[in-house]
């Protein structure tokens, strides 16, 4: 029997794509290009995968390629204006719960089921929806590297 994804879970092109421009935004104060061969080394990730995830974020501008011997990827722009939701909709496509809420252009495509007005499920993932999408947009890069770096508080254990 095939595995079954978690609900809202990334694939592994998203999860490789925001440890990729993380690694760029520990880069941005340097302007030191991420090289993918180091990346791929020190995140045990796929070169190849990288490469074609590196690619589909250039395409749509959120990192630049650098050529030369000290070569590489980094941001386009500044971290405190590129969006988590920005580099996951780049690489896993629009976020939607249900087909009808799919559509990019910010319309809704029609329910396959039952008029949408009636559609109990519909509403209830459409706010689930605007939710996730609201905290996605919430979040620069700079924001997410930021709270992956503070460290967390134990408890103390008492023995």
């Known amino acids: 029997m095939a595995e079954k994804r978690s ?3 990334l694939t ?3 999860h490789y794509g925001l440890l990729l421009v993380a690694y760029c935004v520990e880069q941005w104060a340097s302007r030191r290009p991420a090289v993918l061969h180091e990346v791929a080394v020190r995140l045990h990730l796929p070169y190849k995968y990288l ?3 590196a ?3 250039r395409a749509a501008g959120i990192v630049e390629a650098v050529r030369g011997p000290k070569g590489g990827y980094r941001l386009a722009h500044s971290p405190e204006v590129i969006s988590v939701r920005e580099v996951i909709e780049v ?4 976020i939607a719960l249900v087909e009808c809420l799919a559509s990019p252009a910010g319309g809704q495509f029609p329910c396959r089921f039952i008029e949408p007005a ?3 499920p519909r509403h209830l993932l459409g706010r689930l929806q605007q939710a996730v999408t609201s905290a996605l947009d919430g979040v620069t890069l700079r924001d ?3 709270t992956s770096r503070t460290p967390q508080r ?4 008492r023995y």
């Open 7 to 9: 609900f809202l879970q």
């Open 12 to 14: 592994t092109r998203g």
């Open 51 to 53: 490469e074609e995830i």
């Open 55 to 57: 690619g589909m974020l």
């Open 91 to 94: 690489l896993e496509g629009p």
């Open 118 to 120: 009636r559609c109990a």
């Open 144 to 146: 997410f590297v930021a």
């Open 154 to 157: 134990r408890k103390a254990t």
